[in-house]
């Protein structure tokens, strides 16, 4: 059974970096598609990056050149770097993983089986 454990939400400034990371356990094998997502209250759930077992990357263009998803420093971890935030990156983020075919690893949700109980990032302006 996979489990996913999220980390380093919190409150801050516009302005200021986050970093969140993601701890998975059990077994990871096949689950080449990983990634973040976050949903602000009565908002859907919207994808924000991923990462593929390739080490290709996509983000939602609200966040290209301000958030860098990548695995850390070892394979059961997946982190996400976040600067220059804004009011607007306010929500619950959640990592997830999707044991689905590269071409199809993207940011929609529904393609994601595994995920974390997510970590709240509010940022005040």
């Known amino acids: 059974q996979v489990q996913l454990v999220e980390s380093g939400g919190g409150s801050v400034q516009a302005g200021g970096s986050l970093r969140l990371s993601c701890e998975v356990s059990?077994?990871?094998?096949?689950?080449?598609?990983m990634g973040w997502f976050r949903q602000a209250p009565g908002n859907e759930r919207e994808g924000v990056a991923i990462?593929?077992?390739?080490?290709?990357?996509s983000y939602v263009d609200s966040v290209k050149g301000r958030f860098t998803i990548s695995n850390g420093n070892a394979e059961n971890f997946l982190d996400l770097q976040m600067n220059r935030l804004k009011p607007e990156d306010t929500a619950m983020y959640y990592c997830?993983?999707?044991?689905?075919?590269?071409?199809?690893?993207?940011?929609?949700?529904?393609?994601?089986?595994?995920w974390g109980q997510g970590t709240q990032v509010t940022v005040s302006s």
């Open positions: 997830a993983f999707a044991a689905v075919p590269l071409s199809r690893c993207d940011l929609v949700p529904v393609r994601f089986g595994y």
């Open positions: 059990g077994d990871t094998f096949g689950l080449d598609c």
């Open positions: 990462i593929r077992s390739d080490g290709s990357t």
